[in-house]
């Protein structure tokens, strides 16, 4: 069946490095990528989305990078700071589906 | 609002009590979503509302799970009957268009007694 799903469930990281969160998707269908984050109490917040035309777009210190030929996606996130600290969710929506699917989320740890 | 609206931010309830939910979407956005998030866990499609279609509920768990939207805005999603495993983040979000990206609120925590 179709699924979202991310290799590491916990990431740390010292601060000022450099993060990459991956993330893999079955939907070969799937035309929409987009990346959030959630702090703890908080709803999730768009960082950046992607669509399957593209293989790579930056943000403010985000860059996200689409490979469709392993169907993989990855976020990365530059001189990771303290305020980083939070969850990270992929998620991907597929033509003629209407709602996100979400992966099952990577714990950013920043260390100062 | 600037942002998505929830209420209440927390609720506690007996086990088979009913609750409503509400959600107040960012103006002018055409869709609203539901959620659903477990502790520690990613989140759960629960129902989506567009314009005036119908709404697709697949992602409903059981039929004591109800949503409606009325006027094209405000949405309630009630659960009759709560059993303690419907305790849970319940997250509305809403997007101007059809194009997926949402805007959450900060959700609901459930938790049944």
């Known amino acids: 069946g179709e699924s979202v799903g991310l290799h590491l469930p916990t990431l740390s990281v010292q601060e000022g490095d450099n993060s990459i969160i991956n993330c893999a998707y079955s939907?070969?269908?799937?035309?929409?990528f987009i990346w959030y984050k959630q702090e703890s109490g908080k709803g999730p917040q768009f960082i950046i989305d992607i669509r399957s035309n593209m293989d790579k777009r930056q943000g403010q210190r985000v860059t996200v990078l689409l490979n469709k030929t392993v169907k993989h996606l990855s976020l990365q996130i530059a001189a990771t700071q303290p305020g980083d600290s939070a969850v990270y969710f992929c998620?991907?929506?597929?033509?003629?589906?209407?709602?996100?699917?979400f992966g099952s989320g990577t714990r950013l740890q920043v260390q100062p | 609002g600037a942002g998505v609206s929830q209420s209440p931010s927390n609720k506690v309830t007996e086990k088979g009590k009913d609750v409503e939910l509400r959600c107040d979407p960012i103006s002018g956005h055409t869709a609203l979503y539901w959620y659903r998030q477990s502790l520690g866990q990613g989140l759960e499609f629960l129902i989506y509302?567009?314009?005036?279609?119908?709404?697709?509920k697949s992602g409903l768990p059981s039929d004591r799970f109800s949503a409606e939207r009325t006027g094209g805005s405000v949405s309630t999603l009630t659960i009759q009957r709560t059993q303690q495993e419907d305790s849970a983040v319940y997250l509305c979000a809403s997007s101007l268009d059809d194009s997926g990206k949402l805007f959450f609120g900060s959700g609901t925590q459930l938790s049944v007694l």
């Open positions: 509302f567009q314009g005036n279609s119908a709404p697709d």
């Open positions: 939907n070969s269908a799937s035309d929409y």
């Open positions: 998620a991907e929506k597929g033509t003629g589906r209407r709602a996100l699917t």
